[in-house]
């Protein structure tokens, strides 16, 4: 019982520490805030419920496979076919000095992306994963997710210039 | 906002952090202390009715042992609780010491067993017999 608990608060602890990560990630492949927040939640009631996170060697990277999986189940589940960026009203992030037109830039071009170098960009930057851990996750080569990240890096940068230099003009 | 390199526009995206994910729906209920508490709280909740339940017991023997010592009958005639009837009369006649006593013993004993409507107790066969002493 008492390993339980301290099984229990262990999960806790990683919530409050990967959540927003994890939440991030999961809304990456579903598009919807509702619904990554329901396989967020989902990942850790069973966690806390099988206590299977004792037997992962490495805990960070076996969540974000646990939400990957979820919430690729659960896309599957409704077959999704609206675009990525169809829950325009619902931020992703908490911007830097209130640049809530800046959060919807970076929104809408990350769901423009690709969905494997979206994937790669959230985990690499906010997942803060190795392009190690990242190629385990997504059972490529490191190379592969290295690459893959430099290429929506640059797609991100130069659509982000592009929309913020359009706003500053109009 | 220009953004002259990689490493700086990296550093400019990590400046959106990503919202934080609502409270897991158990992560209250299951607090490790509360649930303890909860289970010692209910144990001697428990604990106290049990003990309330038995001393009203012991409680409720002893003025049963209280009452019947203060009954004027003999204590070997007031432990015969059945009816009256003649059997039981005669045995009285044959333990009381006088025909008084017996008379006594019956006038005080307690009627707490109601007789059926078609008999008759020993006091009131009694009453319709006569008697030679």
């Known amino acids: 019982m008492h390993r339980s608990h301290r099984n229990i608060a262990e999960i806790e602890l990683l919530y409050r520490q990967q959540g927003s990560a994890l939440l991030l990630f999961a809304l990456a492949i579903t598009g919807e805030r509702s619904r990554a927040q329901d396989v967020v939640h989902h990942v850790f009631l069973n966690l806390i419920e ?13 969540l974000f496979a646990s939400v990957r999986n979820a919430a690729l189940n659960e896309s599957k589940l409704r077959e999704r076919t609206a675009p990525l960026d169809g829950d325009s009203h619902a931020a992703w992030f908490d911007p830097p000095d209130h640049d809530y037109m800046g959060e919807q830039n970076l929104r809408r071009t990350l769901g423009a992306l690709p969905d494997d170098q979206r994937e790669v960009i959230v985990l690499h930057i906010w997942g803060e994963l190795t392009f190690s851990q990242i190629s385990e996750l997504l059972s490529i080569s490191p190379n592969t997710a290295a690459s893959r990240y430099r290429y929506a890096l640059g797609k991100l940068r130069e659509s982000m210039s592009t929309k913020e230099n359009s706003c500053a003009n109009s | 906002m220009p953004i002259p390199d990689e490493e700086r526009f990296e550093a400019h995206l990590k400046q959106f952090r990503p919202l934080a994910p609502e409270p897991l729906p158990v992560a209250g209920s299951v607090h490790p202390a509360r649930g303890m508490l909860v289970v010692w709280a209910g144990a001697a909740a428990v604990v106290a009715i049990l003990a309330g339940i038995v001393a009203l017991r012991v409680h409720t023997q002893r003025v049963g042992v209280a009452g019947t010592t203060n009954s004027p ?3 070997d005639l007031v432990a015969d609780r059945g009816p009256l009837t003649m059997r039981s009369a005669d045995a009285l006649m ?30 009131g066969v009694l009453g319709k017999e006569k008697i030679k002493l």
């Open chain 1, 50 to 62: 099988k206590g299977s996170l004792r037997r992962a060697a490495d805990k960070k990277a076996y």
């Open chain 2, 94 to 123: 044959v333990k009381a010491p006088s025909l008084k006593a017996m008379v006594d013993d019956m006038a005080f004993r307690p009627q707490t067993v109601p007789l059926p409507k078609d008999k008759l107790s020993a006091v």
């Open chain 2, 73 to 75: 009958a003999t204590p």
